[in-house]
């Protein structure tokens, strides 16, 4: 049986992300490279394939007898607006993360401490990573073909594995910032300010929950021309 195209850029995409960043090889990357060395690889590396993912997502979609076109359920009409509510909470997450310096990102490890708690990470310590994983999980119930979900289940078990992941490499990198760091803040979404550990300061959001809200609007009625389905009723 022929792999496809799209099946094998997934695959390198779950990899290098779950298979490298998220294991022991990446420890022993950054011993042989440097970190910087390292980042500058990983990112390069994930853009190619992200590139190729995406071409071969296109190519896939266009030819009407690839098997991974075929449909595993009908979903029913109120999964749409299901699958529209959980974006719009993925965008509420995914724009703020963007637009806040988080210590569980990238570069911004050094501001780990109990004072780095405020804006969207007084929701969760990983913004962005859940807001994929509730993007994902729209997409899953409004979408029933094959490639659906591979594609859609794939992303969001990434961002599921990966919150945990960064957890483990905070923790090692730097135990006593990450100890202040978790008795404030929460993977779970709002299970922090639940327990009373932190509390919701709108002030320190609602420039970023509107600039959300925009852009959630605009791919919402752009999607029909991004990926060629309407996602408005």
Do not use: C
Request: net charge positive; hydrophobic share 55%.
């Amino acid at each position: 049986m022929q792999i496809s195209n799209f099946t094998l850029a997934l695959a390198a995409f779950v990899l290098i992300h779950v298979g490298i960043s998220a294991t022991g090889l990446r420890g022993r990357l950054v011993g042989a490279l440097g970190e910087r060395v390292y980042r500058g690889l990983f990112a390069l590396a994930s853009l190619a394939i992200l590139v190729w993912l995406v071409i071969a997502f296109g190519r896939m979609r266009a030819d009407p007898a690839d098997l991974l076109n075929t449909w595993l359920w009908v979903p029913p009409a109120w999964t749409r607006h299901a699958a529209q509510a959980l974006a719009l909470a993925a965008f509420l997450l995914v724009v703020p993360g963007l637009l806040t310096a988080n210590p569980t990102t990238a570069g911004f490890e050094k501001r780990m401490g109990e004072d780095a708690a405020k804006g969207i990470v007084r929701i969760t310590r990983h913004p962005f990573l859940w807001g994929v994983a509730l993007w994902a999980a729209g997409h899953l119930l409004a979408n029933g073909e094959r490639y659906a979900v591979m594609l859609f289940g794939a992303l969001g078990l990434m961002a599921l594995y990966g919150a945990r992941s960064i957890d483990r490499k905070s923790k090692a990198r730097d135990p006593e910032a990450w100890s202040k760091f978790l008795t404030v803040t929460s993977n779970i979404p709002f299970a922090a300010i639940v327990q009373g550990r932190n509390k919701l300061v709108l002030g320190e959001l609602w420039w970023k929950l509107l600039v959300a809200v925009v852009v959630y609007a605009a791919v919402a009625y752009g999607h029909v021309y991004l990926v060629g389905v309407s996602a408005v009723p």
